[in-house]
């Protein structure tokens, strides 16, 4: 009956959690709307989204966010001194084909954005079984090191998360 | 007498101008598309971010007026950046690369966008290109 109701109780409440922020105020009448929302929505889009998404040790994602923001101000940096202080032909870019140990796709998801958002890497395609991730890097002399870097620091604290 | 907080609002705002151009600057400057698509998706992050957190510093302390906005634009943010940048570099690859250009998966099927598009009614891998447009947008995969 609750799994009928709410298909993804945790989307309900970020629903309702941003409507009532991007309204700016909190009251009755916004939470109303925000509830009313979050339960719609999700059924909405249901078809679109049909396993629910299990965390398995939520708090871990605070740690997580953290370190991904960190290394998002380090990529800015690391970037824009790539733009402004490289020559145009000593930037070595590669392709980086990075091998995936986990399977959730809502964790492939967040890997994904979070190699996109992080130093000098971008995430472009997913093979057609979803086992590897192929990632564009801007400048690197070793291919190994950065895939070996997003296992480690991405793609093992996700599966913490996960799995 | 200088107001301590209106010196990091403007060092924020200043910040912010200086990765927004540089961001854009990179545009002109690197070679290939794959190369350009950094540019925006890094170094205007901080751009953006540094707008916000001036907003964030000048209307709520120092007017008194606290929105949840500029976490919003944050949150947003992050969440379609990533997804734009995979658009477009899936879009080049296919336009512009050969299977050949691009190393091999390491497993034993193939990148997503050479693959055939998935049998009708079951939705795709995660970030894989579909066909019809019915299942686009979401990455989701029932099996797993």
């Not at chain 1, 309702?16 to 709307?33: C, D, E, K, Q, R």
């Not at chain 2, 709520?60 to 997804?83: D, M, N, R, S």
Request: contains cysteine; glycine residues 10%.
């Amino acid at each position: 009956m609750f799994d009928r109701i709410f298909p993804h109780p945790l989307l309900s409440l970020v629903l309702t959690a941003t409507w009532v922020a991007l309204v700016n105020s909190v009251s009755a009448g916004t939470v109303l709307m925000g509830a009313i929302l979050g339960v719609a929505i999700p059924h909405v889009t249901k078809a679109y989204w049909p396993g629910r998404m299990r965390l398995r040790r939520p708090l871990l994602f605070a740690e997580y966010a953290v370190v991904v923001l960190w290394d998002i101000i380090v990529a800015n940096f690391q970037v824009a001194a790539i733009i402004l202080f490289r020559g145009r032909d000593s930037i070595r870019s590669a392709w980086i084909p990075v091998p995936l140990e986990i399977d959730e796709p809502e964790a492939i998801t967040i890997l994904a954005g979070t190699i996109t958002m992080t130093p000098g890497t971008i995430s472009a395609v997913l093979s057609a079984d979803g086992r590897a991730l192929l990632v564009h890097c801007l400048d690197t002399d070793d291919p190994g090191t950065v895939r070996d870097q997003i296992k480690a620091r991405y793609e093992r604290r996700l599966k913490e998360i996960f799995e | 007498m200088i107001d301590p907080l209106e010196l990091v609002v403007s060092i924020c705002l200043v910040l912010s101008g200086i990765f927004g151009l540089v961001g854009s600057y990179g545009m002109v400057r690197l070679r290939d598309v794959m190369q350009q698509l950094h540019a925006p998706t890094k170094a205007t992050t901080l751009g953006v971010g540094g707008a916000l957190l001036a907003s964030m510093i000048h209307f709520g302390l120092q007017e008194g007026q606290f929105t949840f906005h500029e976490l919003l634009i944050t949150l947003f943010l992050f969440l379609t950046a990533p997804v734009s940048a995979q658009f477009i570099a899936k879009v080049h690859m296919v336009g512009k690369l050969r299977r050949g250009d691009l190393p091999k998966p390491g497993t034993e099927g193939e990148w997503s966008i050479f693959a055939p598009p998935p049998e009708a009614g079951e939705s795709g891998k995660a970030g894989q290109t579909r066909g019809g447009g019915k299942t686009r947008g979401v990455t989701t995969n029932p099996g797993a």
